[in-house]
């Protein structure tokens, strides 16, 4: 007998259950513009910054791409008053085209260095062919062997990734490693040369 009645209580929550999903369902059928209405006082409601704000946003975040959304929340509010989150930060930026991407890495160089470059490349930019054909170009790479997980991120616009103001010098070879070695020219190149102790610098 219990177990009737737990039944037959059991199929009259359900009938309750099913009225109410097909009143909740057909509301927005038998209340005229009850949809419009809701959708209305959605769109309507107010952005947590303004236009000046936005482009304040803007700004600073091209100008110090390396900061955080929460460190410009935190300017904005000490310049504006206005106490935004970092996901309404990332937003904004969003809509002006800044995404938060890896910055594109480079070996550090020095003014010396970037100087004597410059000068090779003036002085052999109108070689001929015939000329750059006799020429070898040599390249080593060093392949660290430690695994690096520092992950830093810049906001920056399209086609950006290689601005000066977008590029970070990392040294990535503060442990052990190996070094590679090998040559090229226009209608050839050389064996690839490994070397496990890590450099090519010979041995006095």
């Not at 949809?35 to 303004?50: F, M, N, P, V």
């Not at 997980?149 to 399209?158: D, E, K, M, V």
Request: net charge positive; hydrophobic share 40%; proline share 3%.
């Amino acid at each position: 007998m219990v177990y009737c009645s737990s039944l037959a209580t059991g199929r009259v929550h359900h009938l309750h259950f099913r009225l109410l999903v097909t009143m909740v369902l057909s509301i927005g059928e038998t209340v005229p513009g009850y949809r419009i209405h809701r959708q209305k006082a959605w769109e309507g409601r107010l952005r947590a910054t303004t236009a000046t704000e936005d482009r304040y946003l803007s700004i600073i975040a091209t100008r110090n791409g390396g900061a955080t959304a929460s460190q410009f929340s935190r300017v904005l509010y000490a310049a504006t008053g206005t106490r935004v989150s970092r996901v309404t930060v990332s937003k904004r930026l969003h809509e002006t085209g800044l995404l938060a991407r890896r910055p594109a890495a480079c070996v550090p160089l020095t003014s010396t260095i970037r100087r004597v470059r410059l000068a090779w490349c003036r002085e052999h930019r109108d070689w001929s062919m015939d000329q750059w054909a006799i020429v070898l170009f040599t390249a080593e790479s060093r392949f660290s062997l430690n695994t690096d997980s520092r992950r830093t991120f810049i906001w920056r616009g399209p086609v950006t990734r290689y601005l000066p103001s977008n590029v970070r010098e990392i040294d990535h070879y503060g442990g052990g490693g190996l070094m590679v070695w090998a040559g090229i020219m226009l209608d050839g190149r050389t064996p690839l040369h490994v070397f496990e102790r890590g450099t090519v610098t010979g041995v006095r």
